[in-house]
């Protein structure tokens, strides 16, 4: 009781600055996460709240030797935490840096433009698949991938079936490397992508598929991979991989990754509602994971 009282006692001294600060902070907590929410990020966020645990648990325990060691790792645990995340610190650095103003105070994107981006794309990857063309296909979201335009050939242009095909035909200049769709437009093509090196993928994967789990390890976007040999349609997500998509899966799986979901007012429309929340449920039980 004595806790609450306090607590409210500090709320009566509060003033309008403070609100609107909490208020700030919140904002850029809740635009600033998904931006860097990616599996080398979180590695990050879980080292750090276990040495925080770690050291409150010891301190509590008054386990004297434990807490020495600690405060000798932290008194240099700014420079080791440098040295040891480094990839990790500059790649997270380099997409805040290319977050356009516009995406981050924007709530939603557009979903129409992206329908026809899916058509076109799944239509291209069913018939790439059929034929066993190899395709790498990355579809950016909050993170710009700036950084990853560098190593391609800047196109910006319409997404089109007959686009994708060309550039990814066996002969073309193109084909090897990765193609990229921001705001959706081809953006780059023959892009290089970094390679994953999760002891989960399976030993038959190739280098295009262990190139798609890289990159959606070390970003946000949504990376479609047609295999050359088997014509095998993929997805990669937050450095999980989900094999052998049929086409309508993989236009429902963009569907869900791509397209932003209106969350709809329950008192006014109950059954849309709860139809809209055994789909979410749906997608999350079904997660992504290699089969």
């Known amino acids: 009781m ?4 306090n607590v409210l006692q500090y709320l009566t001294r ?9 208020i700030l902070v919140a904002f850029l907590i809740y635009k600033l996460l998904p931006m860097i929410r990616t599996p080398s990020i979180m590695r990050i966020a879980r080292t750090v709240l276990a040495i925080v645990v770690i050291a409150w648990v010891t301190d509590a325990m008054n386990l004297h030797t434990i807490s ?4 000798q790792f932290l008194a240099v645990g700014i420079l080791a935490f ?7 610190l500059r790649r997270m650095l380099d997409h805040l840096g290319n977050v ?4 981050f105070f924007s709530t939603s994107k557009p979903v129409q433009e992206m329908d026809n981006v899916i058509a076109q794309s799944v239509m291209a990857c069913e018939i790439m698949s059929r034929e066993r063309v190899g395709a790498l296909m990355v579809f950016a979201r909050e993170q710009r991938l700036e950084e990853y335009f560098k190593t391609g050939t800047q196109i910006d ?18 084909h090897d490397g990765a193609m990229i769709i ?14 994953s090196d999760s002891v989960r993928l399976s030993a038959d994967l190739g280098t295009r598929h262990r190139a798609g789990v890289g990159m959606s390890e070390a970003s946000d976007a949504v990376v479609v991979i047609v295999s050359e040999e088997t014509g095998t349609i993929s997805v990669a997500v937050g450095g999980m991989l989900k094999r052998h998509l049929a086409p309508q899966t993989l236009e429902k799986l963009l569907h869900n990754e791509l397209c932003p979901v209106e969350e709809v ?13 055994i789909l979410a449920t749906t997608k999350e039980v079904d997660g992504y994971e290699e089969k």
């Open 157 to 174: 242009g319409q997404v089109s079936e007959q686009l994708i095909r060309n550039i990814f035909f066996p002969k073309a200049s193109l």
């Open 265 to 277: 007012d329950r008192e006014k429309n109950p059954i849309l509602w709860l139809k809209q929340k």
């Open 100 to 103: 356009k103003l516009r995406n």
């Open 182 to 195: 921001r705001d959706g437009r081809v953006a780059a093509a023959g892009c290089v992508l970094p390679l």
């Open 2 to 5: 004595e806790v609450v009282q």
């Open 14 to 22: 509060m003033q309008w600055s403070d609100y609107l600060d909490i």
């Open 68 to 71: 020495f060691i600690l405060n």
């Open 82 to 88: 440098v040295i040891l995340f480094q990839p990790e």
